[in-house]
């Protein structure tokens, strides 16, 4: 076998092809043509330009880099490996899409170290990059000096054609470009094929011109397969224009090397098998065991090593600066990126009483997000274009937008979708913000993946939703939540609170405030219309879930469960039963899944097992109820679509007056 | 008052604008804005373009109108009443978004007829548009001959600055773009303003150019609230382009000829105001009653009732000597549109016995799908770029495209969302089509508001669903449903099945089917894995929605539920259970939903009440379980997110294993 003398450069790529195409052999699972296609552009990016350290993969600093088309993950965890990233050993390689490795099916940011975000679900890894580049702005322009720079890296994402035909990836971009976000770069692999084929099927658009009509910098690399220069060179332009985010189409052809497969669907989701990787090696000149990687090539890579802990070094010493010329910046700026919350922040949440006057839960969570902002300077978001509906403005701390950077009321437009996924970007920045995006509840089903990603990937973000039941109103079924609550509570490790007053309000902002500095995403769901409030609900009951707000001696003959909106019909109903001499107790219910972290005595003494005749009242779905209900409850519940009606109406309509849980309830005590 | 005499178009625009003015008045609810900026393009739209006959709203040759930015909704009650649809009388124009009328605070399909399909959520109705005009070209293709011209009809939609903003609206014009559907053209009613204010703060991009980039036809006018010739050329422009959708930008002035409040986003969603109407009634120089419609415009815009007539003879004539010309195209027409299925379709759907061949049921639906195509030329669908893992390719029958409309497999490309509401408008289009759309299970989440509106809008989509757990294996926890289906089955009107074996998913074709024709969606979620047949498994056994496939003498001991890929580890409990002397029935339960059509006599023939000890197995969570075991039973299911290993493994890891159920069962028993 006659094989030309490749280069340092050949090497280190070809190193990056075969760890992916031996990894991916030997789990007989994968995507391969990927990484084979865009391992020269992801070479020159990690090697020429990316500034991080492979031995503390935390650095505050370091370039964030997303492999948004991540079904090429082996291409990041060859990356991973070769610049010398402890989560990424071979052996690790060897166990890829194995039970229990750190190199699964697609980057989890939970799994390794040195993955940023969760990315596989298409579309979602470019948006999370304008949310990193949103964080990044963000904290430059807070803490950022005319004399020193403490804030200072590039976001840079790798897309292929199934991200860029997604909707969010659209959402996405559109606003990256409104924002002029500078130093987020994205590089296109541009390689004409998915699963289905040729994108000549279904993907003939100019995306370049869209990324130009999105207000962004576009260039094009022509030969990405060997064009080394080229690449670097548009990175180099990319950098050089800071007002407005770069997308460089890099052309590749998917599979590079193969010489059967190559440019084909075949190689997009398949392991080459045996006979063509012995065709792929000869015609790449690859005569290495299949995962050794030549010892020129990893001691290149591994220099990112000494590049690293000299950048870090670098940063240290203008961290010390910082901390010498601006300390309250620099205390401020610590215990940010420490994760910490400053001492007693919560005490700015108000309570209330049964005398305090009826309002919208919407607006207790417009007065919480205002009490919290001034003493949380980590709190950044917004809303959908809603923000005079969802009353998130945060006042006085302005709105985020081009040149005004530390301004923390973001504008997000009706675009959902993407203003999760960047929240998403923003919480997983890791620099201790705390994101909020707003939207009517109806409209998480336009964004339920990316709150389904910060459940996964460990986002801490908080979900803000108003406007939460058929008592919406006139807007109608289009608009009106039936199944919303049902359909999120069902997804693992997001919690959902839906308040009942103001107290409670205050109780769901604590949790979704703690439980975002524990990575952990919290969705809370708000009313339009007005509720009075309690004096015996606290935020201490909503910390546990579920808790009495009307009690009686001894065991009840019944528990009417209350959440929201509707346990003002249930404390008026238990008023009259225990008018007629039944023992009756009322459990407000803001979070099944807060009262599922309680133990189970905890839960035995709020719903006792002896006491079966329960009545839930919710305006959404019975969906699931039965869990605290029993086979023996019953629900007052709407178990249809709603109707366009004023809110009141629509509620009586359904069923959700007194008399009717009163109706209910006797029919339990027969 | 001085007020200049108003030509009859200004009168017909005028009254369109105090039709909506008045109405949201009254209700103190609604968005005048759009429908005072919109009236003059809608009004040369419906009075210059539009091929419709009020007195018979579903005449099939008929311009389709959507109005995407469905808050605008008054405007198109407006124009229903005005040209004479019965739908809308003054009378349901003063009931606007009250309980019971035909004028419902979103267009509803289901409620109005004139209004083709439920709009609202931003964005689905330019989608949904792109369905209906691939419905027509389709239809086109298949039915028109050099000399008879039968299917022959524009979609028109008016969009909005939010429906922009919303990534399945790009998603769909993307693919618009690239299948060149000529007669679909696109209003935008460029106002500039969107909820929170000025688009400025969040929508600076170049829509035009973005649609340019789609491949549409682009076109301005620049005075879309005086230049009546301006939008009438484009309107001619866009026709005279058959290749390329058209994206017509009307730059409109929102809430044009309120004094105060046009141009600002205090018009976009609330009521004028006394104060306000009476000023915008002087400057439009309106001094009607309100309600009160000028004869001379009421007149002029009935005109559309005889046009009708003669759109709708005309067609007739065609058809009368199509019918006598072409009779086998035109039974089969007919047919088609009378929404009939054809005699003995059903009998294609093959069933198995417990010696045939293991087979994922992705496999099985495969074969289906393959079986019905040539008995049922109205199915019509493919994958958002899966194809060859969701199987969905119907052999023979070519692939939809440019000048190729008359073929049946669709590429969407990586666009859920975008497929999800093209289907409902392929569905709504009423000419019996039957749209299927495909993607893994997990990406329901990308595409749920487009699922919702198909059971909300009584659109028969059918929603084909592969890698449908767990078992989905080494993509990992991104790509692994875990609350979905639950998620799923909280939907209202939309019934989800999950089969077990090759018969079970032949009985969910059937169901599918079936109720695609009564205008209802169904979901079928599919397995990657190889999964045993049974003989006992039954298509009339999947229309109850669960029925016992294993049973015993008397009463049950206990009682194992499985769904799907699981039934077989319940089916293989019971052997053990029962060689250990216990009474065991096995349930298959494809389907909660067609199990709760059932009476209550053969539910509890299948559950009954006195067998409490129930056991549930199914890869995925237990939330809503308790509805079928009880409190006092137990779920062999999975409540945290997967992992990425071979789908065996995870299986196994898991806990679905015949050991694992066993050991749950036998606990039950005591």
Same mark, same amino acid.
């Given at each position: 076998?006659?094989?030309?003398?490749?280069?340092?450069?050949?090497?280190?790529?070809?190193?990056?092809?075969?760890?992916?195409? +031996?990894?991916?052999?030997?789990?007989?699972?994968?995507?391969?043509?990927?990484?084979?296609?865009?391992?020269?552009?992801?070479?020159?990016?990690?090697?020429?330009?990316?500034?991080?350290?492979?031995?503390?993969?935390?650095?505050?600093?370091?370039?964030?880099?997303?492999?948004?088309?991540?079904?090429?993950?082996?291409?990041?965890?060859?990356?991973?490996?070769?610049?010398?990233?402890?989560?990424?050993?071979?052996?690790?390689? %060897?166990? #890829?899409?194995?039970?229990?490795?750190?190199?699964?099916?697609?980057?989890?940011? !939970?799994?390794? $170290?040195?993955?940023?975000?969760?990315?596989?679900?298409?579309?979602?890894?470019?948006?999370?990059?304008?949310?990193?580049?949103?964080?990044?702005? /963000?904290?430059?322009?807070?803490?950022?000096?005319?004399?020193?720079?403490?804030?200072?890296?590039?976001?840079?994402?790798?897309?292929?054609?199934?991200?860029?035909?997604?909707?969010?990836?659209?959402?996405?971009?559109?606003?990256?470009?409104?924002?002029?976000?500078?130093?987020?770069?994205?590089?296109?692999?541009?390689?004409?094929?998915?699963?289905?084929?040729?994108?000549?099927?279904?993907?003939?658009?100019?995306?370049?011109?869209?990324?130009?009509?999105?207000?962004?910098?576009?260039?094009?690399?022509?030969?990405?397969?060997?064009?080394? +220069?080229?690449?670097?060179?548009?990175?180099?332009?990319?950098? =050089?224009?800071?007002?407005?985010?770069?997308?460089?189409?890099?052309?590749?052809?998917?599979?590079?090397?193969?010489?059967?497969?190559? *440019? @084909?669907?075949?190689?997009?989701?398949?392991?080459?098998?045996?006979?063509?990787?012995?065709? @792929?090696?000869?015609?790449?000149?690859? *005569?290495?065991?299949? #995962?050794?990687?030549?010892?020129?090539?990893?001691?290149?890579?591994?220099?990112?090593?000494?590049?690293?802990?000299?950048?870090?070094?670098?940063?240290?010493?203008?961290?010390?600066?910082?901390?010498?010329?601006?300390?309250?910046?620099?205390?401020?700026?610590?215990?940010?990126?420490?994760?910490?919350l400053?001492?007693?922040w919560d005490k700015?949440l108000?309570t209330y @009483?049964?005398?305090?006057?009826?309002? =919208?839960t919407?607006?207790h969570?417009?007065?919480c997000?205002?009490?919290?902002?001034?003493?949380?300077?980590?709190?950044?978001?917004?809303?959908?274009?809603?923000? /005079? $509906? *969802?009353?998130?403005?945060?006042?006085? !701390?302005?709105?985020?937008?081009?040149?005004?950077?530390?301004?923390?009321?973001?504008?997000?437009?009706?675009?959902?979708?993407?203003?999760?996924?960047?929240?998403?970007?923003?919480?997983?920045?890791? $620099?201790?913000?705390?994101?909020?995006?707003?939207? !009517?509840?109806? #409209?998480?089903?336009?964004?339920?993946?990316?709150i389904?990603?910060s459940a996964l990937?460990q986002?801490g973000s908080i979900w803000?939703m108003?406007?939460d039941?058929?008592?919406?109103?006139?807007?109608?079924?289009?608009?009106?939540?039936?199944?919303?609550i049902a359909s999120l509570r069902a997804i693992p490790n997001l919690t959902v609170i839906r308040p009942a007053d103001g107290t409670e309000c205050s109780g769901a902002y604590k949790m979704a405030i703690e439980y975002a500095h524990q990575a952990r995403p919290t969705l809370m769901a708000f009313?339009?219309? *007005?509720?009075?409030?309690y004096s015996t609900t606290s935020i201490e009951g909503v910390a546990k879930g579920a808790y009495a707000v009307v009690d009686c001696e001894g065991t009840p003959d019944i528990i009417l469960i209350g959440t929201g909106s509707e346990l003002s019909?249930c404390v008026?109903?238990a008023?009259?039963?225990?008018?007629?001499? %039944?023992k009756v107790r009322v459990v407000s219910m803001p979070s099944w899944e807060l009262f599922e972290e309680q133990d189970a005595v905890y839960r035995e003494s709020v719903l006792p097992k002896a006491v079966t005749k329960r009545l839930s009242v919710e305006?959404g779905t019975s969906f699931g109820w039965t869990k605290y209900v029993g086979t023996e409850g019953d629900c007052?519940s709407?178990?249809?679509?709603?109707?366009?009606?004023?809110?009141?109406?629509?509620?009586?309509?359904?069923?959700?007056?007194?008399?009717?849980?009163?109706?209910?309830?006797?029919?339990?005590?027969?």
């Open positions: 076998m006659a094989v030309a003398t490749q280069s340092l450069e050949e090497l280190c790529i070809n190193s990056i092809r075969f760890l992916a195409i +031996d990894a991916i052999e030997k789990a007989k699972s994968g995507h391969p043509g990927l990484p084979m296609g865009a391992a020269p552009m992801a070479y020159v990016l990690w090697d020429k330009f990316m500034r991080f350290n492979p031995k503390n993969p935390k650095w505050f600093n370091r370039d964030r880099f997303v492999l948004s088309a991540g079904h090429g993950c082996m291409l990041q965890y060859a990356l991973l490996y070769l610049t010398g990233y402890d989560s990424v050993s071979i052996e690790e390689i %060897k166990q #890829f899409r194995q039970w229990g490795s750190r190199t699964p099916g697609h980057p989890e940011n !939970f799994e390794t $170290s040195g993955v940023e975000v969760t990315t596989g679900p298409l579309g979602q890894g470019i948006a999370n990059g304008v949310g990193l580049a949103v964080a990044e702005a /963000h904290l430059a322009a807070r803490f950022n000096k005319p004399d020193l720079t403490l804030v200072d890296h590039y976001t840079y994402v790798i897309v292929g054609d199934g991200c860029n035909m997604e909707g969010v990836s659209g959402e996405a971009a559109s606003i990256a470009g409104h924002w002029g976000l500078g130093k987020l770069i994205v590089l296109y692999d541009d390689n004409h094929i998915s699963i289905d084929g040729s994108t000549d099927v279904a993907f003939t658009e100019d995306v370049s011109k869209r990324f130009e009509a999105y207000g962004w910098h576009v260039l094009h690399v022509e030969n990405g397969n060997t064009d080394l +220069d080229a690449i670097a060179q548009a990175i180099e332009s990319a950098k =050089a224009v800071t007002d407005k985010p770069t997308m460089i189409k890099v052309t590749t052809t998917i599979g590079y090397g193969s010489p059967n497969k190559a *440019n @084909t669907a075949g190689i997009h989701g398949a392991a080459l098998g045996g006979d063509e990787i012995k065709l @792929t090696r000869e015609n790449l000149g690859w *005569n290495h065991e299949p #995962f050794e990687i030549p010892d020129d090539a990893l001691s290149h890579m591994r220099k990112a090593i000494e590049r690293g802990a000299s950048y870090e070094a670098e940063w240290e010493t203008t961290w010390a600066q910082y901390k010498t010329k601006y300390p309250e910046d620099a205390a401020e700026f610590e215990r940010l990126i420490s994760g910490k400053p001492e007693g700015v108000p @009483t049964a005398e305090d006057k009826a309002l =919208a919407r607006k969570s417009e007065t997000l205002n009490k919290l902002a001034p003493v949380l300077p980590e709190l950044i978001g917004g809303s959908a274009d809603l923000t /005079h $509906s *969802n009353l998130t403005e945060i006042k006085g !701390f302005g709105d985020f937008q081009k040149g005004q950077y530390q301004n923390r009321n973001i504008h997000f437009g009706v675009r959902e979708h993407g203003m999760g996924a960047i929240c998403n970007g923003i919480a997983l920045h890791g $620099s201790g913000l705390i994101p909020y995006g707003a939207t !009517f509840l109806i #409209f998480t089903d336009y964004m339920r993946a990316a389904r990603l990937s986002a803000v108003t406007h039941s058929i008592g919406q109103g006139e807007d109608g079924p289009t608009h009106q939540p039936i199944e919303t009313s339009r219309q *007005n509720l009075p409030n019909l008026k109903a008023e009259t039963l225990t008018g007629e001499g %039944k305006a007052v709407i178990d249809r679509f709603g109707a366009s009606a004023p809110g009141g109406v629509c509620m009586e309509k359904f069923g959700f007056t007194v008399d009717n849980v009163l109706a209910k309830a006797k029919a339990l005590l027969g």
